[in-house]
Nanobody, 123 residues
Framework: QVQLVESGGGSVQAGGSLRLSCAPS????????MGWFRQAPGKEREGVAR??????TYADSVKGRFTISRDNAKNTLLLQMNSLKPEDTAMYYC??????????????????WGQGTQVTVSS
């Protein structure tokens, strides 16, 4: 059974950093498309970063501040978030698409989702 479990969320002040982890079970992440999404209260879920065979892609809002990476030895997807802003406050989700290419942030293309981890950034 495929599961994704996120961790690493928390509360930080603006300018701080957090590192999120996503630990999948039931598959290895070294070749699949993996993505991070977030959903703020009252807003739609949006793509934040994705990683696939072609490389990494970021939403404009996080470019230069967030870094997506894979620890293949630990079969873990990471999201390093630096210079956090209050507008980064959201529930963060990892997701997997069973393809070597993500081809965008269209959520319907991602088959498996974690339960999310909350990130709160105070000003």
């Amino acid at each position: 059974q495929v599961q994704l479990v996120e961790s690493g969320g928390g509360s930080v002040q603006a300018g701080g950093s957090l590192r999120l982890s996503c630990a999948p079970s039931g598959f290895t992440i070294n070749t699949n498309c993996m993505g991070w999404f977030r959903q703020a209260p009252g807003k739609e879920r949006e793509g934040v970063a994705r990683s696939d065979y072609g490389g990494n892609t970021y939403a404009d809002s996080v470019k230069g501040r967030f870094t997506i990476s894979r620890d293949n030895a630990k079969n873990t997807l990471l999201l390093q978030m630096n210079s956090l802003k209050p507008e980064d406050t959201a529930m963060y989700y990892c997701a997997e698409r069973p393809s070597i290419y993500c081809t965008g942030f269209t959520m319907s293309r991602y088959n498996y989702w974690g339960q999310g981890t909350q990130v709160t950034v105070s000003s």
